[in-house]
């Protein structure tokens, strides 16, 4: 990851793309569950042909792939799941089916279903204070719940989407400055500048606590390799081996943390799963992986009037951008740097994977308008409101 003005300027745009308007306040769309007749892709993806009446204009929307586009950069791997089948995959020269790519911050959304196998064994309250053991008793910061930190409204100081100078991003110091080694602690250090659930700000510390509290609900007591080997078991056990993410590999800093801001690698087909498992309410082959209800946490917005771009580990559906067609209102994305993009619709039972590179500051809102555009080919579906 490059550190200069455009990792800044690269998320500023993503969150300018984001925070366009109120979210709808109308009821969630009902999630679809697999067709019977369709196969879960645990070993090998079900296909489909793409839709005949579609596939002109869909082509030309791939046309990206493999080609450097202004504003879009490299795309280098797309991914389409319609009604549980695998109807179009694309790779850039070099890439292909077997190619890991990096998360960068979609991994804070699989934060959010490592979370949620917490809850469901009944190891955690989201709504009880997470705490920290770097924090004296007292510590105000001691009394925020899991789930305002998932939700980013926990009022940490943290300075990532305006900070352009890297010296100044806090993202820059955590991952590859001072707080390196142990992001838990550098994230830990920083303090309160407002009531918690009242502000919402983008904050990848605040993921990376979280991530540092799971490693003490799975792994209590556990020295920094002991700790990093369970942690790795317990992602593969409850989220890689159910769904068939063979590829994914999260990565871990000296103290044994589990990245859970950014660093998970898994190839498109297998960040197409994790956005399947989403679309079919964390249940997967008839096993519920995530708690009843995680998904609809993880889709509706947060509670701060500035945030209602934001769910839990998730991004909502952005307001429309000047050109192109609007977003469901449906829509949410685990979302990365460079323009990582897995996106959930569940009222066309679409899951659509983008994985790549762009730095220029307008690539964020180039690609929610080439979103809304491949999105906009595949009609709604009969039963959805």
């Known amino acids: 990851m490059r550190i200069h003005k455009g990792f800044a300027g690269a998320v500023l745009a993503s969150l300018a793309a984001l925070l366009g308007g109120p979210a709808g306040a109308g009821p969630l769309v009902p999630l679809p569950a697999q067709p019977p007749d369709v196969p879960w892709p645990t070993r090998e993806w079900p296909r489909a042909p793409q839709p005949a009446s579609i596939s002109p204009a869909l082509e030309q929307v791939l046309s990206v792939v493999g080609q450097k586009h202004p504003l879009l950069g490299e795309t280098r791997a797309v991914v389409i799941v319609s009604g549980g089948r695998l109807i179009v995959e694309r790779y850039a020269p070099g890439y292909g089916a077997d190619t890991p790519l990096v998360s960068w911050s979609v991994a804070k959304s699989i934060t959010h279903a490592l979370l949620g196998v917490a809850v469901r064994q009944g190891r955690v309250d989201v709504d009880r204070p997470m705490g920290n053991p770097r924090w004296p008793a007292g510590d105000p910061r001691a009394s925020i719940t899991w789930r305002h930190w998932m939700g980013m409204v926990d009022g940490q100081q943290y300075r990532e989407i305006d900070a352009f100078d890297p010296v100044e991003n806090d993202a820059a110091r955590m991952l590859f400055g001072p707080g390196r080694l142990d992001v838990a602690a550098f994230a830990a250090s920083l303090p309160l500048v407002h009531p918690p659930g009242t502000h919402w700000n983008y904050n990848s510390a605040g993921i990376n606590l979280v991530a540092d509290a799971l490693g003490r609900v799975f792994a209590p007591g556990a020295g920094p390799v002991e700790r990093r080997d369970r942690m790795a ?129 307008k690539g964020f809102p180039a690609l929610r308008d080439w979103m809304a555009q491949l999105i906009s080919l595949f009609p709604a579906r009969a039963s959805s409101p």
């Open 233 to 361: 078991e317990v992602l593969a056990r409850e989220l890689w081996e159910p769904l068939g993410m063979s590829s994914a590999q999260p990565e871990f800093d000296a103290a044994g943390t589990f990245m859970g801001s950014a660093y998970v690698y898994a190839t498109a087909r297998d960040f197409a799963r994790f956005g399947l498992l989403y679309l079919r309410d964390g249940v997967w082959e008839g096993r519920r992986i995530l708690p009843p209800g995680w998904v609809d946490f993880a889709r509706t917005a947060c509670p701060a009037a500035n945030g209602s771009r934001y769910g839990a580990g998730w991004w909502l559906a952005p307001s429309p951008g000047p050109t192109g067609p609007p977003l469901p209102p449906d829509v949410f994305s685990a979302q990365g740097h460079e323009g990582q993009l897995v996106s959930v619709v569940p009222s066309r039972d679409l899951v659509v994977v983008r994985l790549g590179l762009f730095d220029d500051i």
